[in-house]
Structure formats: C-alpha cells, structure tokens
C-alpha cells in the first residue's frame, strides 16, 4: 500500500533562492545543507533558482583533488578538507596542485 502522506510534487533538480545580496549566474550558493548553482543573476529579495544536481567545473583551493574523492566548498573554493566546509559533493576529475586549478564535481 502506497504512503498517502508522501505525495510527488516534482524531480527536485532546483530550489527556490531569495536572494541575501546579489547574486550572479554561476555562484554558488549554500541553503542550509543544500548547494545550488544559481541559474540566473538575482538582486536582494528578489526569488531565483539554484540548481541542486548536476556536474560543475570549480575552481579549487590549489590543493591537489583525486577524482572519486569527497569535495567540499570554503570560502567559494573546491577543497578536499572538511574542517569549516560545507559537504559539496563527488570529485568527476582529478585537480593538480596549483593556484587557479579547477575540477568538475558533482554536487550534492
């Protein structure tokens, strides 16, 4: 028998973002426990959407990145360490270590 209190509302690839500050297409932007990329630009108060799946190329903190690893975001940089990190999501490609390296990683 099926869960009558769980009802499909839709896939669930976005969310809806109010925006703090401006903000501009490409950010990323953490709600609660949840990444999304911001799909649009958007000025305070005003709703956009994050997309919440999908592969994205980053930049990192300059730290090396093994493909398959678990990535996290600080201070708007890819980084392999947790401490003070947000969960971001699966490296899809490795990083060398060197300023300005970015990665593609999957996110959430």
């Not at 099926?2 to 932007?29: H, M, P, T």
């Not at 630009?41 to 090396?64: H, N, Y």
Request: net charge positive.
């Amino acid at each position: 028998m099926a869960n009558e209190n769980a009802l499909y509302r839709f896939v669930g690839k976005r969310i809806d973002y109010v925006c703090q500050s401006e903000v501009a297409r490409g950010d990323v932007i953490v709600v609660g426990s949840v990444v999304g990329v911001a799909e649009v630009p958007g000025t305070t108060g005003q709703k956009i959407s994050l997309t919440t799946s999908g592969v994205f190329e980053m930049v990192t903190d300059g730290a090396g990145i093994s493909q398959g690893a678990a990535v996290y975001l600080k201070n708007g940089k890819v980084t392999k360490t947790a401490d003070g990190a947000v969960a971001l999501g699966k490296a899809y490609s490795a990083a060398a270590a060197a300023t300005g390296a970015t990665v593609l990683v999957k996110i959430n």
